[in-house]
């Protein structure tokens, strides 16, 4: 048992160090460089186009030419208009639900009636509803592209509500 306590490790270190020299020897004279001929389905994938990188055609020159084709501190490149207060012509915009499988808008009535419930594509008034997300709604009209968000009633006034008082402590006597 003593004996291959000692022996274990030189062992492994030697078959190591066999191993280096064999892949070194493989590097220096070159061999294994010559790929394998394709056989079976994968040659048929591979004969079908160029896997290389350097075949493909580069784009970056075209990307360039468009990323530098629209100027960023051009007049007429604005980002779409937000309106928190609401659009002439359009019920305010009284709130949004995003679930994973719908996205809907909801307009405040024109008087107590019921709410308007829209989903992209709909129309309200001269409007079209373009995109519903959760940062607002996205409508498209003769005043052009608008980014509507939730706001809540102007003319509604949030109840006082009155300050607690709280009792004052007793002063501590020593």
Do not use: N
């Not at 294994?32 to 004969?47: H, I, K, N």
């Not at 659009?87 to 008087?111: D, H, K, M, N």
């Not at 949030?158 to 020593?174: A, N």
């Amino acid at each position: 048992m003593i004996g291959w306590g000692r022996g274990l490790p030189v062992g492994l270190c030697v078959a190591a160090l066999g191993l280096c020299l064999l892949i070194a020897a493989e590097i220096v004279t070159g061999a294994g460089t010559a790929a394998p001929e394709p056989t079976g389905r994968t040659g048929a994938l591979a004969q079908i186009g160029p896997t290389d990188t350097a075949l493909a055609p580069d784009r970056h020159g075209t990307w360039l030419e468009q990323i530098l084709a629209r100027p960023l501190f051009s007049q007429d490149r604005r980002p779409v208009e937000v309106a928190a207060a609401g659009v002439a012509g359009l019920p305010r915009l009284t709130g949004v639900v995003v679930t994973e499988s719908q996205r809907v808008a909801i307009f405040a009535p024109a008087s107590k009636g019921h709410p308007i419930i829209a989903q992209s594509g709909a129309h309200i008034g001269e409007y079209e509803v373009k995109g519903i997300t959760d940062a607002g709604v996205t409508v498209a009209g003769p005043r052009g592209t608008t980014l509507l968000r939730p706001a809540f009633d102007p003319a509604h006034v949030p109840p006082v509500l009155p300050v607690p008082v709280l009792p004052r402590p007793l002063p501590i006597r020593r």
